[in-house]
T-cell receptor, first 118, second 111 residues
Framework: GAVVSQHPSWVICKSGTSVKIECRSL??????MFWYRQFPKQSLMLMATSNEGSKATYEQGVEKDKFLINHASLTLSTLTVTSAHPEDSSFYIC??????????????FGPGTRLTVL | QKEVEQNSGPLSVPEGAIASLNCTYSDRGSQSFFWYRQYSGKSPELIMFIYSNGDKEDGRFTAQLNKASQYVSLLIRDSQPSDSATYLCAVRGGSNYKLTFGKGTLLTVNP
């Protein structure tokens, strides 16, 4: 159990376009999902906490109008990078909180999406 | 500000040896502690979690927690080349479910 998928696994886009990344919990319902960004040779940086049915909570310094998060169902959260620029090129990883009874109540990560903005 | 510190390494050990990875954290209110393994170009994979002081063993892995010293470690016995990866220490506070990650320790196991 506790499998999380992401789509797409990689994307290349032109500067100024918008890119949507999907995160799905496949075998459990996740009321809380998290979005991280990781630059080369750096650790994970939490961007925002996505809560099903409510607005996302963004970390300090993360532009909520640029990184749109929607968590419309218990198994799906989406991150849309709007008007992407080359500096947005990064590895975007989502995680889902598994808080089923008997679980470890921790975060399981999706495989990540590598975004390259030309 | 909550901080999690790890030695960035690289830590190099021969195959079959014990690898010892260390982590300290600043928030005394932290209650849950996790070790993730991340291969190059991949996302983190949960290895172990520990909530109580003492040792917790799972196969070749042992997590150790000392809340008084704000210290958590991961021991890998009989290290294999496939263990070569970056190991991330993560800490969770009591009031929310966010994880604070260290920068990771790069482990290389030499055949």
């Amino acid at each position: 159990g506790a499998v999380v998928s992401q789509h797409p696994s990689w994307v290349i886009c032109k500067s100024g376009t918008s890119v949507k990344i999907e995160c799905r919990s496949l075998d459990f319902q996740a009321t809380t999902m998290f979005w991280y960004r990781q630059f080369p040779k750096q650790s994970l940086m939490l961007m925002a906490t996505s809560n099903e049915g409510s607005k996302a909570t963004y970390e300090q310094g993360v532009e909520k109008d640029k990184f749109l998060i929607n968590h419309a169902s218990l198994t799906l959260s989406t991150l849309t990078v709007t008007s992407a620029h080359p500096e947005d090129s990064s590895f975007y990883i989502c995680s889902a909180r598994d808080h089923r009874k008997g679980s470890t109540d921790t975060q399981y990560f999706g495989p990540g999406t590598r975004l390259t903005v030309l | 500000q909550k901080e999690v510190e790890q030695n960035s390494g690289p830590l190099s050990v021969p195959e079959g040896a014990i690898a010892s990875l260390n982590c300290t954290y600043s928030d005394r209110g932290s209650q849950s502690f996790f070790w993730y393994r991340q291969y190059s170009g991949k996302s983190p994979e949960l290895i172990m979690f520990i909530y109580s002081n003492g040792d917790k063993e799972d196969g070749r892995f042992t997590a150790q927690l000392n809340k008084a010293s704000q210290y958590v470690s991961l021991l890998i016995r009989d290290s294999q080349p496939s263990d070569s990866a970056t190991y991330l220490c993560a800490v969770r506070g009591g009031s929310n479910y966010k994880l604070t990650f260290g920068k990771g320790t790069l482990l290389t196991v030499n055949p």
